[in-house]
Structure formats: C-alpha cells, structure tokens
C-alpha cells in the first residue's frame, strides 16, 4: 500500500495550491480519505475528509477555503486550498481510512509554507 502526496510548496499569504494523493494497492472505494496536517511544535490536526460516496466534511479553520475530492479513476484525492493564510503552514498527510475494519494507512507527507 502506498499513499504518495504532492503539490505542497510556498506561497504567499492569500495565495492557493492544490495537494493530491495517489492511492495504491487498496481498493480505493472502499476507504474513506482523510487529510490532516502538522504544524511545527503543534499537534497533528485533521483537516478534511470525503467518503466514498463523496459526502465532505471540514475542520471548522478551513471551512470556506479548502475543498476536498476524489477521483476513482486515478485513486486520487485532492485537496483545494485558497485564501491561504500563514497559519495553515504545515505538513499535509493524506490517511486512508477503511470504511468497516478501521485499518489506515498513511502518507508521507507535504510541506506547505505560507509567507506574509
């Protein structure tokens, strides 16, 4: 099982990337696909999940700003995110988690800076 995210950088405040995650070697609709993030000296906070219907749901710091998808033909799931703010510097992982037997896998990880 792999879990390989991109599209983290730097980039000014106000500004917007757009992270994916490629899925392998699980059976992507079945799992339910999270992201969380990691600030420096901070707890691991979760972010944003879609399930495998594509019902979403938002941590209340990104509501408005951030959009989470997912594309069953490439095993992908993306993460939108806009109006940036310095804050949301960390790093992303994306975590898939399966629907009935609660197994999970994860990422490595993304940087993503947010200057002033």
């Known amino acids: 099982v792999q879990l390989v995210e991109s599209g983290g950088g730097l980039v000014q405040a106000g500004g917007s990337l757009r992270l994916s995650c490629a899925a392998s070697g699980i059976i992507f609709s079945a799992y339910r696909m999270n992201w969380y993030r990691q600030a420096p000296g901070k707890q691991r906070e979760w972010v944003a999940r879609?399930?495998?219907?594509?019902?979403?749901n938002y941590a209340d710091s990104v509501k408005g700003r951030f959009t989470i998808s997912r594309d069953p033909a490439k095993n992908t799931v993306y993460l939108q995110m806009n109006s940036l703010k310095p804050e949301d510097t960390a790093v992303y992982s994306c975590?898939?988690?399966?629907?009935?037997?609660?197994?999970?896998?994860w990422g490595q990880g993304t940087q993503v800076t947010v200057s002033f």
């Open positions: 879609i399930s495998s219907g594509g019902s979403t």
């Open positions: 975590n898939a988690l399966h629907i009935y037997s609660s197994t999970d896998y």
